[in-house]
Structures are given as C-alpha cells and as structure tokens.
C-alpha cells in the first residue's frame, strides 16, 4: 500500500463505529399562515443536519398545495447513533413555483432540535421560529419509531371505479390516503397518491413502500384507504373509505359484499433488493474522471488542488479513497478535457486500474507529465460512459451497472451539454456522481442534481429518473469518518433497483423471490365530510 493512500484512508477514518438503531420520522404542522387574504401556502419542510457547524440538507418533504395544516406522507429514515449529538433543523417552505424549486420559495420559518430528543419523547411538538428569530403561531410534530428487522418493500398499484362525482361542472378529482391504525388507536398517514384530474374511474401511479411504514411489520394491523375528491382551496371532498389488514389484502379475500359505489383494486408485488441484484450476479463498473484543468493550479505549487504532500493527502485524493473504498473493484480512470478525454494510467486500450489504490498510484504518476489547461466540459466523458452503458439495454438482464464519478474544481463551462447528456443517460443502467473539490462557486451544479426541480434538456425533455449527486468537498473537509462516502453513495442502491424495476429486470438468482397477489374490495361510503 502506498504512503499517500495510506495517509488518505486513515485521514478519512473510513471504518465508522454501527448505528445504535435506524428511525424514521413523520412531519405534521399546524397554524401555518396564509400567503395573503386569497391564497394560501403551499408548505414544503426540509430537514438539514448539522456536521461541523454546517447545515447539510438530509431529504425534504413533498408540497402541499393550499394547505395551513399539512400532513405529510414523506418518511424520513435516520441512522441513530447513542454516542453522538445529532442536531437537525426543520426548514419550512413556501413554494410558490410549478417545479417545486427553492429559487422563488418564501422562506416561513424553522425549528432546531436533536435526534435524541425526538426520539425520548416519541412525538415532540416546538413552534417554529419565523425569519428574525421571533416565535410564530406555526406547530410542527415530529413523531419517531424505530424500524423493526423487517425491511421488506412492497409495491403497490391502485385504481378505483365507479366513483362519486362531487364536482358540479366537471367529474371528482381523486387522490388516495392510506392510514394504518396505531397502538393508541390514532391514524398514521402511510402514503398519500397523485390527483387525478376529472376522473371516476381513476388510475394512480405504482409506489413503493416498507413494510415497517405500511403495518410496523404486523401483518394483523389495521389499515384505512381514504379517498378524497381534491379541490384548489385544500377543503377536500371526502368519497369513502375502505379498511382491511395487510393479511386480509395479501389473502385476497373472495366474497366481500361490494359497494354499489366503490370498488378498489390493489397489486401487491415482493420488491427485489439491491442485494438481490449483487448477489444476482449485477457487477458495478465504476469509471473515475478527474478534473486537470489549469484553474486547479501547477501540481508543482503548494497551493494547487493538484499538489502531492508526502504526508498530506490532497483533496482530490481524500474524494477518491472515500468513495472507492466502498467499491473493491477495478476501475477506469479517465480525465475529461476541453474536447477529449485520456486514460489517467496513458493506457487508451485498457484504461482500467487495479482498485482504488491502482488509481491513486496512476493519479500521482501522471500529474508530472501533465500539462494543465482549458475550461471544464464534462459532457464527453458522461457520453463516453453511456455508450456502454447503452449496450446493457440490449442485454435486458442485470449484468452491469455503470457509476461515473467526476472530481472537479470549477463551475462546468458546457452545462446545456452537460444536461443534455444526462437526460439522455438516465435512460440507462447508469448513475453519475459529482464531488466539488476547491472553493469555486458550485451553485449552478445543483441543477443538475434536480434538488430545484427536475432537471430538463435544452430542448425541455425532463429526466426520467434522477441519477445525479453532486457534493462539495468543503462541506466534509471536517465531517465525521466517511461523510462523503455516505452523502454520495447512499442514492445508488436505489438507482439501480429503481432502474431494474422500471425495465421489469428481475436479478438472476433471486434471494426474495416475488409474487403477485390481487384484491378486490369495497369503499364503504359513510357521513360525507371535509377534509381541511
């Protein structure tokens, strides 16, 4: 092992001590205030964690349209760790954009508050603190529960038929709710579906959810599936309503007297794992493409991002044994450049380096022989990558995923490139990961990671599924043991399933199997109500 690699993984500390437990939390909040005397807000929180006394945004919710007392279906799942302070902060939005971005929201307020505390006290309820520091009327609940062993997901795919209409000039505009019941005989929303527009026989789109969220893994618990007729004001029409277990559902119970106003039809289908598709035989081809333009700096100067210490690994280099400790594979070493790119090891026909230490030492003997120049274009090497990726599609097996991390120390100067290659990528059995490096001003890069909406071509295409993570190394220079491995990487496992699962891929040796179970039942359509 060389020293610099050396130097690098004990730097990062890349063996971190296990989470006590996984949690997940649930958001409500109540009291929000209307945008103005016409409107009201459309609420969106953000959770962020601090690390080093920077502010990391986590996950965000989904936003609710016209609503000052928001329940939101989105489920955060947090490692929980006994040993440490882990300080989250609850940023609550107003979104007033189509795309759901940050750029035009109003900022309402937030509240700051411990992993420990929420989950000593199991539901913690704190008034949010509005821009200024002065307490407002809004209340956000945050309530834990701590995952069971059963990590199971299932999908599920419903539709209705026959609805009522509540709308006098066009027909019901439904959405679904699905609550299950708790030990304290309070609802807990699972899962809230899309609106379909002005329709009584209503399709929602397949979702995925876990067993822990669904019934806390008691296949014996209650579960209500509400549906609602969706209005602009937020003062929702009820429909009815249908309750059963899961085991009553999976059991597809024949003879159940049906309503002669609803009917509701549920698939539901095991889930293959990322695990599946590893242990199926789905190698990972991880490609590396490292930034050697000029605005890094002469290599030969202390102050270039580039420069070898002997005992100080770069930040280059602490990105690269990071996130490929965690893949023990070979790798392809590439270097994007203003119109081509190069093999790091000068080897054109076999680019490849025997794992990361293979790649440290090409980094470190191609840096002398280098000459720095030209802007950033990183389009390219993202083509080059889905070239081969492209031949996969044609397989229609899960044989290999492609992963292409890019090192870079400025702004990309061929973004309309740039997004044009992705779109087209995420198409493809492919995710693309983007680490900062440097001090450069990387806020256009968020773009490309969709967290201000969804990333679209020049030409308008939108993504079909998000397969970009960017991350400034800054925000890790003194974060705990491999941050920047977890912050990066934990997107991927989900990628490649949730590409395997849209294509119908099953793994070739599955551990889980899957089955498919249908259910057909009644909504039974009690005192009509609404739903504020």
Partial sequence: MSDIYESAANSLGLFSSPCLTKVELRLTCKGISD???????????????QSHGQWMEVDRTEVIRSCVNPTYSKVFTLDFYFEEVQRLRFELYDINSSHNG???????GSVECTLGQI??????????????????????????????GNDDYIE?????????????????????????????????????????????????????????????????????????????????????????????????IDGRQVSCCFNLEMKIIKMHSFLDYIMGGCQIQFTVAIDFTASNGDPRNSCSL????????????????????????????????????????????NPECAGIQGVVEAYQACLPKLQLYGPTNIAPIIQKVANSASQEVHTKEAMQYFILLILTDGVITDMADTREAIVQASHLPMSVIIVGVGNADFSDMQMLDGDDGILRSPKGEPVLRDIVQFVPFRNFKHASPAALAKSVLAEVPNQVVDYYNSKGIKPKVSLSGTTVEVFT??????????RV
């Fill in 102 to 108: 940050l750029k035009e929201a109003t900022f309402l």
């Fill in 156 to 252: 599920l795919s419903f539709s209705a038929r026959k609805l009522d209409d509540k709308d006098f000039f066009s027909k019901s505009d439904p959405f679904l709710e699905i609550y299950r019941l708790n030990d304290d005989a309070t609802l807990q929303l699972v899962y809230r579906t899309e609106t379909v527009m002005n329709n009584l026989n209503p399709v929602w789109k397949t979702f995925k959810v876990s067993l822990n969220s669904l019934c806390s893994g008691d296949h014996e618990r209650k579960l209500q599936c509400t549906v609602w007729d969706w209005d602009s004001n937020g003062k929702h029409d009820y429909i009815g309503e249908f309750e059963a277990t899961f085991k009553e559902m999976r059991g597809a």
């Fill in 306 to 349: 580039h420069y070898i210490h002997p005992y100080q690994p770069n930040e280059y280099l602490k990105a690269l044994v990071a996130v490929g400790e965690i893949y023990q594979t070979d790798f392809s070493c590439l270097s994007p450049q203003v119109s081509h790119d190069f093999a790091v090891n000068f080897n054109e026909e």
């Fill in 35 to 49: 945008r103005d005397a016409l409107s009201k807000p459309d609420p969106c929180f953000i959770l962020k964690m």
């Fill in 119 to 148: 989950i000593s006290q199991r539901k913690l309820s704190k008034a949010l603190l509005r821009p200024g520091g002065t307490v407002g009327k809004a209340i956000i609940t945050i309530t834990a529960e701590e995952l069971t």
């Fill in 521 to 530: 039942g009644p909504l039974s359509s009690r005192v009509p109500r609404t």
